[in-house]
C-alpha cells in the first residue's frame, strides 16, 4: 500500500509539472499571438472602415491568442527542439502588411516599441506611396506617434491629411475619436509586453 501511495504522487507530481509548463509557454505564446493582431487590426480597421469594429478585433484576439497557445503549449513540452525550430510568418501577420504595408507594419511595431522617431521616418516614406491605403495608414501611425509625444499640431496635421484622403472619416471629431481609441490599443500593447516609454 505504502508503494502504491509513494507512486500515485510521483505521477501526480510529474503531471502537475508538466501542466505548468505547458500553462506558461501557452500564455507566453497567447500574449505574443494575440494582442498584435488586435492593435495591428484596429489600425486597419480605421483605414478600410473609417471606424474600430469590435467584433473584428475580438475574433483577432480569440484567434490569434489560440494560436499562440497552441504553439507555446507545443515548445513546452518540446523544449529542447526549440533552438532548432524555425517560425513561419502567421498568415494574419501577412494579411496585415499587405492591407497596410509591409512598412507601416513595421513601423507600428517601432512606435509599440518607443522608437517614435525611426517609426515617423519610416511613414514619411510611406506617405509617398501610390497606394492609398498605405498612405491612410502613414497618416494614422504619424498622429499615434504624434500624440504620444503630446505634439498638438503634429496629430491636426495628420488628422487633416487623413481626412482629406479618406472615403470614411469626414470630421476631425470622428478622427480624433477613432484616435483615441487607436492610441488606447496601444497602451494596451505595451502594458501586455510589459514596454513603459519616458514620454507616457
Request: glycine letters at 8%.
Amino acid at each position: 500500500m505504502k508503494y502504491l501511495i509513494g507512486s500515485i504522487l510521483i505521477i501526480v507530481l510529474a503531471f502537475s509539472a508538466c501542466s505548468q509548463k505547458s500553462v506558461e509557454y501557452g500564455t507566453k505564446g497567447a500574449l505574443a499571438g494575440g494582442v498584435g493582431s488586435a492593435f495591428v487590426g484596429a489600425l486597419t480597421d480605421i483605414v478600410l472602415d473609417g471606424k474600430i469594429n469590435s467584433s473584428t478585433l475580438t475574433r483577432n484576439l480569440v484567434s490569434g491568442a489560440i494560436a499562440g497557445a497552441t504553439t507555446g503549449a507545443i515548445v513546452g513540452s518540446n523544449s529542447k527542439k526549440e533552438t532548432k525550430k524555425v517560425e513561419s510568418k502567421p498568415t494574419e501577420e501577412l494579411m496585415y502588411k499587405e492591407k497596410i504595408g509591409s512598412e507601416n507594419y513595421t513601423a507600428l511595431n517601432h512606435l509599440v516599441e518607443c522608437r517614435n522617431n525611426v517609426s515617423y521616418r519610416i511613414t514619411i516614406k510611406t506617405e509617398s506611396s501610390q497606394n492609398k491605403d498605405y498612405k491612410l495608414a502613414a497618416y494614422a501611425i504619424q498622429a499615434l506617434n504624434d500624440k504620444d509625444r503630446k505634439n498638438e499640431i503634429g496629430i491636426t496635421q495628420s488628422i487633416n491629411k487623413f481626412i482629406a484622403l479618406s472615403d470614411k472619416i469626414r470630421t476631425k471629431d470622428t478622427a480624433k475619436i477613432e484616435l483615441d481609441k487607436l492610441y488606447s490599443k496601444l497602451l494596451n500593447e505595451r502594458r501586455v509586453r510589459g514596454i513603459i516609454c519616458n514620454n507616457n
